[in-house]
């Protein structure tokens, strides 16, 4: 278990303003119809994909899930956020080009893309857990999904052979109990993903996903495990949406909208608010450096707005060239 420094932990808080201010300028930019994407608020989820990141090493590979469209993931890596801006508007200067719509891409960071077609990323996660195992270089796959993916047949069948094989793949279940406009319970008689786990002999735990620290540390010994030969796990993390499915949409369970009570109560679990308390009972932060940091990550997101605002779209001839990998 790696000892966290006050600059480890300044790093995984920092990173969490940052996303959370970066996540605010796609929302804002979404509704200004500044976006040429849709746009899934990472508003809630932060600390899950931002503790578990921080964790794997820049040769392991990430698939990531579509909340933040790759911010909480890519900024703990230390990715430019502001190619993500510049992507979703389509510009040259974005993570894919300008051509891939809301997928982050970091080849160098092992960041392979989220799943459009909800469920992919599992099998991919197998196949690269797979090749990692072949290649002997203590690589790992580490594969970030929602609990409503988890209700597709990929995650069965990825799963299985994850731990058939001993593949060294950790699954990451970001479990905010809906899928869209449906609640969990509507869909499944299974309550924790974890269960299901565990009737594939993958050793799971349940963890809370607004505690930065709680996910750092699971995911630091299902890699470690997976790492030394031990095999695939899977971590649950119990998260919240404090928005709506996506930008523009509304905010229903099914045609009802979400309890104002329910958002209410998990907005007193704030992801960024608990890891801020803590940290200041802990004397690593103080009010001077909490508004140096929030200042410095406004004025980032200022400039990533005005960046990809006058960064040049992509050369059409070039797209063919983007699209395929020769
Ligand atoms: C195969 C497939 N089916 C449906 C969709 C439409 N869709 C996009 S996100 C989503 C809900 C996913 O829910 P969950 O995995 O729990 O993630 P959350 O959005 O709640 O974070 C659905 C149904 C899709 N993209 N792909």
Redo the contacts with the bound molecule.
Sequence with gaps: MKKLSKQDLLHLYRSLIRTRKFDQLNIRLAAEGKLLTFY?SAHG?EAVGTGAAAVVRDDDYLFI???GHGLPYSIVRGIDPKSCVAEHMGKSTGWGGGITGFHAVDKEMGILSSA????SGFVLSAGYGLAAKKNGRGQIAICF?????VQ?GQFHEAINLCAAWKLPVVFVV?N?G???FTPNRDTTAVENVADLAKAYKVPAEIVDGMDILAVYRATEKAVELARNGGGPSLIECKTF?YRS?SEGRPDVSHFEPRSKEEIAAWMERDPIKLFEEKLVKDKVLTATLIETIAREADEEAVAAEKFSFDSPFPDPARLPHMVYAP
């Design positions: 899934h989820h899930h579509h909340r459009g077609t909800i469920g999904s929602g609990d409503g993916g597709r970001e905010n809906m899928a869209w949406r499915h």
